[in-house]
C-alpha cells in the first residue's frame, strides 16, 4: 500500500493543519507501537502548496510535527513581524529572512552552507512542490521522482539539481506579501509566484495524478488496495462580498474577495475529484447539493474507485468566527494574533474527525 499525504496553502492557517497532521502522526504511532515515528517513515509521498510546500518538505525531511510546530512557531514571527518598509511598493515583508531560514533548515549541513538539491537523499519520501512560473505563465509541478522527464540528470537543466529551499520558497511567493522567487538552471532563469497562484492550492488529486501517470515517471499502480490519499486543508473559510447591491461594492472589496475566493474554488474543486475518483473514508460535506460522497457501508467497490481518500478540513462555522474579536479578519493570511485560533480548532477537529482506521488497514 502506498499511502500519499497532501497539504493545502493558507499562509498562517498551516498551524491548523499541523495539528491535524499531530494527530494522525500520534494516532500512526498508538496504532502500529512505534513511539519514535515519524509521518516520514509511513508516508510514501508528501507535497503541498504554499505553506502547503513548507510543511511537506519538512516532514519529508525526517521532523517530527512537534517539531515542525516549535519551527513554525519560531521563524513565523520572524517572517511576519515587521513590515519591510524600504520596499513596501513590492511587496509587504522582506523574502530574505523566510529564504535564510529555508536555507539552514534544508541544507545537507544545517547551517545552511551547503543547500540542499531537489535530488538529495535527506528527502526521504516522495515530494511534491507546486508554484507558478510567472515568466511562461504555467504551473510548475516539480517533484524529485526520478524517472519524471525534467529530471533527467543528462540535461543542463534538470529539476533534481534545483535548491530545495528556492523551490519552497517560491511555492511560497504570495502576491503582495513576499515577493517573486528567481530561479537559475541550466542557462535557463525564471521568476515564481505563489502555487495558490494556480488551481493546486489544494493539490491531492495533482498528487494522484503525479503518482500514476508515466509522463511524471516511475507511475505507481492505483486501486483501493494499493493506494490511500489523506488530504488535510488549513481550515474552510469562504470568501464572501459586503451583503449591498452590486453597484454599491467597490474596488477594495473586489480585490480583497478576489484570491481567496480563487483559493476556495480550486481547493473544493481538487476535492470534489478525489471524492469522485477515489473511494471516499472521511470528509465533511462539499455543499448542499453534493453532500460528503461518503462510501456506505457495505456498498462494493465502483469503477472509479482508483484510493482510498480522507479529506481532513473544516468549514468554520458562524458561531466559531464570533468567538473572534470583531477587528480580526480571518481571510488573512499573515495575522499572527490568529494562531491560537488555528491551533484551538486544529486540535478540536483533530481529536473529534482523525481516526486510526482511516490511516491503517
Not at 496553502?9 to 494516532?27: K, M, N, P, S
Not at 547551517?111 to 519520501?125: C, D, H, V, W
Not at 449591498?244 to 477594495?252: I, M, S, T, W
Request: charged share 20%; proline share 6%.
Amino acid at each position: 500500500m502506498r499511502n500519499l499525504l497532501s497539504i493545502d496553502g493558507g499562509g498562517i492557517r498551516g498551524f491548523y493543519a499541523l495539528q491535524i497532521l499531530q494527530r494522525v502522526e500520534q494516532l500512526l504511532r498508538e496504532k502500529l507501537q512505534r513511539p519514535g515515528l515519524v509521518l516520514a517513515d509511513y508516508f510514501d509521498y508528501m507535497g503541498g502548496t504554499s505553506t502547503g510546500a513548507v510543511i511537506a518538505a519538512m516532514l519529508s525531511w525526517g521532523r517530527s510535527v512537534a517539531e515542525v510546530i516549535d519551527l513554525y512557531r519560531q521563524h513565523t514571527r520572524i517572517i511576519f513581524g515587521t513590515p519591510d518598509y524600504l520596499h513596501i511598493h513590492r511587496s509587504i515583508f522582506s523574502a530574505t529572512e523566510f529564504s535564510e531560514a529555508l536555507k539552514k533548515l534544508l541544507s545537507e549541513d544545517g547551517e545552511g552552507r551547503q543547500p540542499a538539491l531537489l535530488g538529495t537523499a535527506r528527502l526521504r519520501t516522495r515530494y511534491l512542490c507546486v508554484m507558478r512560473n510567472a515568466t511562461t505563465g504555467s504551473s510548475w509541478v516539480v517533484t524529485n521522482a526520478r524517472g519524471a522527464k525534467f529530471n533527467d540528470p543528462a540535461l543542463p537543466d534538470c529539476n533534481l539539481n534545483i535548491p530545495l529551499y528556492q523551490l519552497v520558497r517560491a511555492s511560497s511567493a504570495v502576491p503582495f506579501f513576499f515577493p517573486p522567487e528567481s530561479i537559475g538552471a541550466g542557462d535557463g532563469k525564471w521568476v515564481f509566484l505563489d502555487g495558490c497562484m494556480t488551481p493546486y492550492t489544494n493539490p491531492a488529486f495533482l498528487m494522484y495524478l503525479t503518482a500514476t501517470l508515466p509522463c511524471y515517471g516511475d507511475p505507481w499502480p492505483d486501486g483501493c488496495e494499493n493506494m490511500r490519499l489523506i488530504s488535510v486543508g488549513t481550515g474552510r473559510y469562504r470568501a464572501r462580498l459586503p451583503k449591498e447591491q452590486a453597484r454599491q461594492v467597490h474596488l477594495l472589496d473586489q480585490a480583497e474577495h478576489l484570491l481567496p475566493a480563487i483559493i476556495d474554488s480550486g481547493c473544493m474543486h481538487q476535492d470534489l475529484t478525489c471524492r469522485a475518483v477515489g473511494r471516499r473514508l472521511f470528509g465533511e460535506p462539499v455543499d448542499m447539493e453534493v453532500g460528503n460522497l461518503l462510501h456506505a457501508a457495505g456498498e462494493a467497490t465502483g469503477a472509479h474507485d482508483r484510493f482510498l481518500y480522507c479529506r481532513y478540513n473544516h468549514e468554520f462555522t458562524a458561531a466559531e468566527l464570533e468567538e473572534l474579536p470583531p477587528a480580526k479578519r480571518i481571510a488573512r493570511m499573515d495575522d499572527l494574533e490568529m494562531i491560537p485560533f488555528y491551533l484551538r480548532k486544529g486540535e478540536e477537529f483533530a481529536n473529534a474527525c482523525v481516526k486510526a482506521e482511516h490511516l491503517t488497514g
